[in-house]
């Protein structure tokens, strides 16, 4: 079955590390999302690609890094200048038509 | 950042009863699309609107594309335990934009 798998399901990092979040797609979807979640909230956008090799700064970008050097494959870095890391991150991959979403990983600074 | 105003926030009901969201915009937008949210887990597709005026279902469900392409509303109808979760909007133009979700509990 097509899909988008992210890993891990849940991480937990120290303050100052960089970390980085898996997101893999066999959907052959263009385009790439990763969004942010914090309790309570909508889905705020980080960072998106359309295509390989091309990424764009969603909304909250600021300490946050992407590579796209894969279409199926689009992980973010939660760098150390990233103040408040501690949220769910979900990686989407979309047609015309619609998005589809992993299940999402939990990250939590200790 | 850009976001929806998705109403209510949360709604407390009864099984059987029907329930019904809505979300607003001071943008257009070509595409409606509403997503359920159970804890742990990424959204899921429920509805795709893609031109305004447009009703469709989905058993249960029901949403429409409003006729200024600003709005949109989700029915559930004789809702379940199993409904309960976070029911979130979204509009696209260039890009998809979330409404702040409206949280449902389904009481037996």
């Known amino acids: 079955d097509g899909g988008i798998t992210q890993s891990p399901k849940y991480l937990f990092r120290k303050e100052g590390q960089n970390v980085t979040l898996s997101c893999e797609q066999n959907l052959n979807h263009d385009a790439m999302y990763w969004y942010r979640q914090d309790p309570g909230q909508g889905l705020r956008l980080i960072y998106y690609s359309q295509i390989v090799n091309d990424f764009q700064k969603g909304d909250i970008a600021e300490g946050y890094s992407v590579s796209r050097e894969k279409k199926e494959s689009f992980p973010l870095t939660v760098t150390s200048a990233q103040k408040n890391p501690t949220a769910f991150y979900l990686c989407?991959?979309?047609?015309?038509?619609?998005?589809?979403f992993g299940s999402g990983t939990r990250l939590t600074v200790v | 950042g850009q976001q929806l105003n998705q109403s209510p926030q949360s709604m407390f009901i009864q099984e059987g009863e029907d329930v019904s969201m809505n979300c607003t915009s001071s943008s257009i937008f070509n595409t409606w699309l509403w997503y359920k949210q159970e804890p742990g887990e990424g959204p899921v597709l429920l509805i795709a609107?893609?031109?305004?005026?447009e009703l469709t279902s989905n058993g249960r469900l029901t949403a429409q594309f409003g006729i200024t392409r600003k709005d949109s509303f989700l029915n559930i109808s004789a809702s379940i335990p199993s409904d309960v979760g976070i029911y979130f909007c979204?509009?696209?133009?260039?890009?998809?934009?979330f409404g702040t979700g409206t949280r449902l509990l389904v009481s037996p």
């Open positions: 609107l893609y031109k305004a005026g």
């Open positions: 979204a509009g696209r133009f260039q890009k998809l934009v």
């Open positions: 989407a991959s979309s047609t015309a038509y619609g998005y589809t």
